[in-house]
């Protein structure tokens, strides 16, 4: 972190899926749409839980219980390296490229045994993942710079 109450990471992977509760597929790119989320997304929508975000130490997480994971596979849009971001505030606003979100929500109540967690053994997101609303749309591609502004206390 610099000085600033800001932290610079790193888009691993973008991901989508027209269908809830299932795994993410990873794109070539994906498009932000102001207070919607992700276009195509099943999540998109008018609430706060636009798009979903999870770190790559997260999946490292899942992989050292021996389940073999991939980005999307927990269903998160974003997979991102370099920033843990679960421990973000809430209020923490997100720059890629010219898209701007701001996170609303850490960790989530998981669905009963969701099909991520069946398919997989166990999940990440009910505590390690992040949900972020679109303030400013944008697209958003693996190996983009992100920079969290932390909230002014």
Same mark, same amino acid.
């Given at each position: %972190?610099?000085?600033?109450? /800001? $932290?610079?990471?790193?888009? $691993?992977?973008?991901?989508?899926?027209?269908?809830?509760?299932?795994?993410?597929?990873?794109q070539e790119y994906i498009i932000l749409v102001e207070n919607h989320g992700v276009?195509? *997304?099943?999540?998109? #929508? @008018?609430?706060?839980?636009?798009?979903? %975000?999870?770190?790559?130490?997260?999946i490292d997480k899942a992989r050292s219980w021996g389940i073999k994971v991939s980005?999307?596979?927990?269903?998160?849009?974003?997979?991102? @390296? #370099?920033?843990?971001?679960?421990? $973000?505030?809430? #209020?923490?606003?997100?720059?890629?490229?010219?898209?701007?979100?701001?996170?609303?929500?850490v960790g989530k109540e998981c669905h009963d045994r969701c099909a991520i967690a069946?398919?997989?053994?166990?999940?990440? %997101?009910?505590? /390690?993942?992040?949900?972020?609303?679109?303030?400013? #749309?944008?697209?958003?591609?693996?190996? *983009?710079?992100? $920079?969290?502004?932390?909230?002014?206390?």
């Amino acid at each position: %972190m610099n000085g600033k109450g /800001e $932290l610079v990471g790193v888009v $691993l992977s973008v991901n989508l899926s027209k269908v809830k509760g299932v795994k993410k597929t990873p794109q070539e790119y994906i498009i932000l749409v102001e207070n919607h989320g992700v276009h195509g *997304d099943a999540h998109a #929508g @008018d609430w706060h839980r636009q798009v979903s %975000m999870l770190s790559k130490s997260s999946i490292d997480k899942a992989r050292s219980w021996g389940i073999k994971v991939s980005f999307g596979d927990f269903a998160e849009n974003i997979t991102v @390296d #370099g920033v843990e971001v679960y421990k $973000l505030p809430i #209020g923490t606003k997100v720059y890629i490229n010219e898209a701007i979100l701001e996170v609303t929500q850490v960790g989530k109540e998981c669905h009963d045994r969701c099909a991520i967690a069946k398919s997989v053994g166990k999940c990440v %997101m009910p505590s /390690e993942g992040i949900f972020l609303r679109v303030l400013k #749309g944008g697209v958003v591609r693996p190996k *983009d710079e992100v $920079l969290f502004v932390l909230p002014e206390r």
